[in-house]
């Protein structure tokens, strides 16, 4: 069945690096946009980035634009995050999402938490000196 695992997270000072992965069993995710999304204690989960099933797009919060980057290895059923720069406020639990809203976009990725489902169980990111 359906399984999406989220790794990759740990402790990091602020200004490090950390490359998240979002591997899925049970499922092909060729012709799917992917997201990333984030929940810290006491919030929202909340949109980070998202991008399409040809990677041909990719969209990112205005909070991450310019630190984080989302790619995907279709053949390897896995998508990305590589998080530089990171700041105080991108503590969080992190998960990835497939979006699954029909009809299919291709092209395009949208970033909004609505579109997403079969959510991972989330890795930790914790920045602090």
């Known amino acids: 069945q359906l399984q999406l695992v989220e790794s990759g997270g740990g402790l990091v000072q602020p200004g490090e690096s950390l490359r998240l992965s979002c591997t899925v069993s049970?499922?092909?995710?060729?012709?799917?946009?992917i997201g990333w999304f984030r929940q810290a204690p006491g919030k929202e989960r909340e949109e980070v980035s998202c991008?399409?099933?040809?990677?041909?797009?990719?969209n990112y919060a205005d909070s991450v634009k310019g630190r984080f980057t989302v790619s995907r290895d279709n053949a390897k059923n896995t998508v990305y995050l590589q998080m530089n720069s990171l700041k105080p406020e991108d503590p969080a639990v992190y998960y990835c999402?497939?979006?699954?809203?029909?009809?299919?976009?291709?092209?395009?990725?949208?970033?909004?938490?609505?579109?997403?489902?079969?959510w991972g169980e989330g890795t930790q990111v914790t920045v602090s000196s």
């Open positions: 049970g499922f092909t995710l060729e012709y799917y946009s």
């Open positions: 991008i399409s099933s040809s990677a041909t797009n990719t």
């Open positions: 999402g497939i979006d699954m809203t029909l009809p299919l976009i291709f092209r395009q990725c949208v970033l909004s938490i609505g579109r997403f489902s079969s």
